[in-house]
């Protein structure tokens, strides 16, 4: 089901885009220089528009990924943390079962064989 959500949402997404691009075929002259926007050496000319527009989109998506990311770090470090102080745990209990089994083993039973009356004498 989250996956047809999904198609669907991009298909619809397609919809809109396609059509912007057609529309926006024009080139447009991008200048990096703020202080002399008529300086030809940081002037990108003739680039099409909505790979412009799309070149925004996907910076915003990315940045607001890596904000996402970092934002949710003190949840990964404690999950992290959480997760070593489980296995050191799980650890622990193993190596007490192999103790537990070898003294077990070393002692003969702990408890008296099924079927035999240990009031008996």
Sequence with gaps: M???LKNIILFVIALV???LS???RHGVNISLNPFDPQDPRLTITDVPLFWVMFCAILAGIAIGGLG???KQGKWRREAR???NEADKWHREADQLRAAVAD???SNGPALPAPGKDS???
């Design 103 to 105: 003294q077990a083993a």
């Design 119 to 121: 009031r008996a004498a």
């Design 2 to 4: 989250t996956r047809f």
């Design 22 to 24: 057609v529309a926006n």
């Design 68 to 70: 996402a990311w970092a």
């Design 17 to 19: 885009l396609l059509p």
């Design 81 to 83: 943390v959480k997760r």
